[in-house]
């Protein structure tokens, strides 16, 4: 998958979080994310608001709430590690991907960018 954003494309190896179980679980219990990877929660039906939290993992990650058409609504940034305060996706979204914490500031990711995935409709 990639992110377009005014900086360039960026790669990442996506991890698919598809089913619930796959979502209750995301990242948590990881020490660490690569640079070059992610996680991205495919989310099923209608666009709906998502809070997304921390619990159990610990490390910070930059969550990228995503819109239909692949751009993206908007980021929370290092989220803090095994915090249960709920992050809110600020609108109706189909998927949610994490990086590492800092990373999307890094790659000069902000809403209105574009992920780039089969998920979203293009690859």
């Not at 209750?24 to 039906?45: N, T």
């Not at 910070?60 to 992050?87: H, Q, W």
């Amino acid at each position: 998958m990639t992110i377009v954003t005014h900086k360039g494309t960026f790669r990442f190896r996506a991890e698919i979080a598809g089913t619930p179980r796959q979502q209750e679980i995301g990242l948590m219990y990881r020490p660490r994310l690569a640079d070059d990877h992610a996680m991205l929660f495919e989310m099923r039906g209608p666009p709906a608001e998502q809070d997304f939290w921390m619990k159990n993992c610990p490390v910070p990650l930059d969550m990228l709430f995503i819109n239909a058409d692949g751009t993206i609504r908007s980021i929370a940034r290092n989220a803090a590690p095994y915090s249960e305060t709920p992050i809110p996706s600020g609108g109706p979204v189909a998927g949610v991907l994490e990086l590492r914490g800092g990373r999307a500031a890094e790659i000069g990711a902000e809403p209105g960018d574009r992920v780039r995935h089969p998920f979203f409709g293009h690859g």
